[in-house]
């Protein structure tokens, strides 16, 4: 399991690996452009019914840890995916891969 720490939180975010790497790709894109944008997943079966959304921008620090030593094989359609997402006005969702042509 992934994680993401934002901003001074020190409670992370956790994300499968996978899909972690994923989101990694268009968020360092969209960032390495100076856009600021929002991201929303859904809350795991685990936890309490909703779901969270986030405010990237530039200037709010941000660190990916990964349990994996080796990064994963990216699925470019997936990345595609995410970023069509990520440059609607509803910002970066996090899709299931195998839902990767759904936004």
Do not use: C
Not at 1 to 20: C, Q, S
Not at 47 to 65: A, C, K, N, Y
Not at 71 to 84: F, G, R
Request: aromatic letters at 8%.
């Amino acid at each position: 399991m992934g994680l993401l720490f934002y901003g001074g939180n020190t409670v992370p975010i956790e994300i499968e690996d996978r899909a972690l790497a994923h989101l990694k790709v268009v968020i360092a894109m969209k960032l390495r452009r100076n856009e600021s944008f929002t991201l929303s997943w859904q809350h795991p079966v685990d936890e309490p019914t909703g779901r969270t959304t986030i405010w990237l921008h530039p200037s709010i620090p941000l660190q990916f840890v990964f349990e994996a030593p080796e990064p994963p094989e990216l699925s470019a359609e997936w990345i595609t995916a995410l970023a069509n997402s990520a440059n609607t006005s509803g910002g970066l969702k996090m899709l299931p891969e195998h839902l990767q042509g759904r936004s």
